[in-house]
């Protein structure tokens, strides 16, 4: 706070401006940004910091990439939204890419969010005749209410309840409760390759693959939100492409999609891709050129700049470089490629983010013992060591104030 008569500062001054205009939806305090260039990110008062969060795995390659500067300039200074009556190129060359990197046949449709997608997935299991569905516990999938229904995290839906449809939820990663609740008349089961707001936490090994084995025993659809690890975010395009015999039938996708842009598709396979039919679902700004052109620079620039590579390389070098600081507040990282989550030993995640804002790296606490870790696609190894440089500091500040009050 500034004393009287001294000028607030530009952070200030903006952190005033939305409390009085914009709804505190997330209460928590909210960081006031103006500009962002690959990892690094400005606030209002000029203080640079190296992005950890990345959008929430949005930003897949960093802010301000030309890339997408380029392909976005280009596409609404010639055609920009033109609304599903119509068809431009984009979201047609933007669906076929798609299903050339899942090397499947299929069709895809185009919505805004994350949760959007997942209401394509929860009409397609609508569709198929059958009621129940079946998700998992600390599962998310998003805000909107039938997105809701699916996701396992009680202080989300209580308020909200009851939530439409007929959903189960199952502990993660235990295939024999899985097993137990899906029968003949599931339409349904709708998994995280890793459950990213929940802590990133990772299912044990053979997980997935038993999921489509239960699920193709009683005629149900698997469904795969790889809203968070989709788009090379765990070093390969999609997650469950790491996992043998994993066919799924319907695949989410968000975030890392459009580069910053709003963005989302639901991909269907084989016969789930014949159950929407026209009059069932749409969105005015879904397939907006814009957007599909941003997500056809970020998938070219994947490509381009070997970046599944450099998730891998990257996130195993961040993961090493963590756990052999060997900071007693470290128990261990678990996660995938870039998507990586540092259990603590004491619930104090919220105040190593803290701690970490104001040392200059932007990280984020989805569970008291988990910070989050989600660095653009193509961070660089420089900035990998800035950050093992850094950390041990943050750590220390938050145990050295611990037991203060
Ligand atoms: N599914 C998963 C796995 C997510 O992580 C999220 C967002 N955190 C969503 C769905 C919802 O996406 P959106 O916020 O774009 O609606």
Not at 78 to 99: I, K, M, T
Not at 104 to 109: A, I, K, M, N, P
Not at 132 to 142: E, L, N, Q
Not at 187 to 199: K, S, T
Request: aromatic share 6%.
């Amino acid at each position: 706070q500034p004393t009287a008569g001294e000028e607030p500062t530009a952070n200030l001054a903006l952190t005033r401006r939305w409390q009085g205009a914009l709804m505190d939806n997330y209460g928590t305090p909210r960081l006031p940004l103006v500009r962002g260039a690959g990892t690094k990110l400005w606030d209002a008062d000029g203080t640079e910091y190296l992005d950890f969060v990345g959008g929430i795995a949005v930003n897949a390659l960093g802010h301000a990439h030309p890339a997408i500067v380029e392909a976005v300039s280009r596409q609404i200074a010639s055609l920009g939204h033109v609304s599903n009556l119509f068809v431009a190129e984009p979201p047609v060359a933007l669906a076929e890419r798609l299903l050339q990197l899942f090397g499947r046949d299929g069709r895809v449709y185009f919505c805004n969010s994350g949760a959007e997608a997942n209401e394509g997935a929860f009409k397609i299991g609508r569709l198929t005749g059958r009621t129940h569905m079946v998700a998992t516990d600390g599962g998310f999938h998003g805000r909107t209410m039938g997105a809701l229904a699916l996701t396992g995290q009680p202080g989300k839906r209580n308020p909200f309840l009851p939530l439409p449809g007929d959903v189960t939820h199952v502990p993660y990663g235990n295939p024999q409760a899985l097993a137990a609740a899906v029968t003949e008349d599931t339409a349904l089961v709708v998994i995280e390759p890793v459950q990213g707001e929940n802590g990133v936490v990772v299912p044990p090994p053979g997980y997935l693959k038993a999921a489509r084995a239960i699920t193709a025993a009683t005629g149900s659809l698997l469904v795969l939100d790889e809203v968070q690890t989709g788009i090379g975010r765990s070093g390969h395009w999609f997650e469950y492409q790491a996992h043998e015999g994993v066919l799924p039938d319907v695949v989410t996708l968000a975030k890392g999609l459009g580069g910053g842009l709003p963005l989302g598709a639901t991909v269907a396979f084989g016969r789930a891709a014949q159950f929407l039919k026209p009059g069932h679902h749409g969105t005015t700004f879904g397939g907006n050129p814009v957007a599909c052109a941003a997500g056809l620079a970020v998938l070219d620039t994947i490509e381009t700049e070997g970046l599944l590579e450099n998730v891998k390389r990257a996130g195993e070098k961040l993961r090493e470089g963590i756990e052999s600081l060997g900071h007693p507040l470290i128990d261990h990282v678990r996660g995938v490629g870039l998507l990586l989550g540092i259990v603590l030993t004491e619930p104090l995640a919220p105040r190593v983010q803290q701690a970490a804002q104001d040392a200059g790296l932007l990280v984020n606490a989805p569970a008291p013992d988990v910070v989050r870790l989600m660095p653009p696609l193509n961070i660089t190894e420089d900035e990998v060591d800035a950050f093992l440089r850094a950390l041990p500091a943050v750590l220390d500040a938050v145990t050295d104030t611990d037991g203060d009050g």
